[in-house]
């Protein structure tokens, strides 16, 4: 592991202007010189992996009083980006308003890393990739910009079918994140430039030629919560997960789903999909061939059919095509059975 320095911050804006000497005292040749560190459970793993190699952490653990809680209002879900993953995924509020939050947030990681991970890390994790994470390997142009994609014509199992680009297909591998694209939630985000507030869907972006830019934050932006508007689809609302093994696993694909039901007919559909592309995905396509109609196993058919055709599978990933299609067929099935 490299020498970095560390500076706890007492509250936001101590944080946010340690974040801004840090990243004015870098090495103009590093990337991403200043980073936050909350939970710490994938940053620390990547700087020990030397993926990762900040020159400054600034602790945020103390901005929990400040940035810790979890609010229900009539008119939505405010989730601080320091309340811990197990915090969200077992509060009995969004439990019962939020079903596809919590359940998002409940088949992720193992307990021992829900029980330390923040929100706000949740959702800035990083590729899985094994070539992202094995420094052994020259060509990664998320890593190494320019220097070509190790993925393309090697394992790419795990890989992105949805959202690629010439230079990257990795995939996206929160769970979280599908949840709240799922729901229009937004993104509360401070900087030394002032607040934002952005909506969720804007906060990754699609790899295209610059793969390692992957987020939409201005250096040093902290973020501070999310929020979650309510709707008549909250509460119908699920998120089913398949992965490699059920103790703890990221997503071979997974399905987050709301639906606003009009007797049998779908007044609405909310759709998201998880391990199959590169960013968090909003299927539109899925949600434009429900609605109005009833939701049968037909539609549902049709519905995952439109959301996967698009893909662009490669030799080892192929089988996430029918595997994200049944995923989000079971979870629709099983969403319309749910009262609403
Ligand atoms: C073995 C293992 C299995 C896992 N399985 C899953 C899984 O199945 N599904 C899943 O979704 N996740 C999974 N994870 C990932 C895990 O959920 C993340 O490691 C965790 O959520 C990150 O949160 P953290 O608070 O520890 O973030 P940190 O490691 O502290 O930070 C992560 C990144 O976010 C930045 N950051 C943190 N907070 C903020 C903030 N408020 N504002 C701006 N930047 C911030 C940091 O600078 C850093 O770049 C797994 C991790 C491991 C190690
Ligand atoms: S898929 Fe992306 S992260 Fe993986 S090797 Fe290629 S460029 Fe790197």
Known sequence: MRPFRYEAAADRSQAIAAARAGALAAEAHVLAPTQYLAGGTTLIDLMKIDVMRPQTLVDINALAGQHGQIELTPEGLKLGALVRMAQAAEHPGVRHDYPVIAQSLQLAASPQLRNMASLGGNVLQRTRCPYFRDTSWGACNKRDPGSGCAAMDGINRQHAILGGSADCIAAYPGDFAQSLIALDATVVVKGSAGGRTLPFATLHR????????????????????????????????????????????????????????????????????????????????????????????????????????GAKPRVHNAFKVALGQSTLVRALLQAVAMEG
């Open 206 to 309: 699609p790899p295209g030629a610059t793969p390692n830019l992957e987020t939409t934050l201005a250096p040093g932006e902290l973020i501070t919560g999310f929020h979650v508007p309510s709707g008549p689809w909250t509460k119908r609302s699920l998120y089913l997960k398949i992965r490699d093994r059920q103790s703890y696993e990221f997503a071979l694909a997974s399905a987050a789903v709301a639906l606003d039901m009009d007797g049998s007919k779908v007044r609405e559909a909310r759709i998201a999909l998880g391990g199959v592309a590169t960013v968090p995905w909003r299927s539109r396509e899925a949600e434009a061939a429900l609605a109005g109609k009833e939701l049968t196993e037909d539609t549902a058919q049709a519905a995952a059919r439109a959301a996967f055709a």
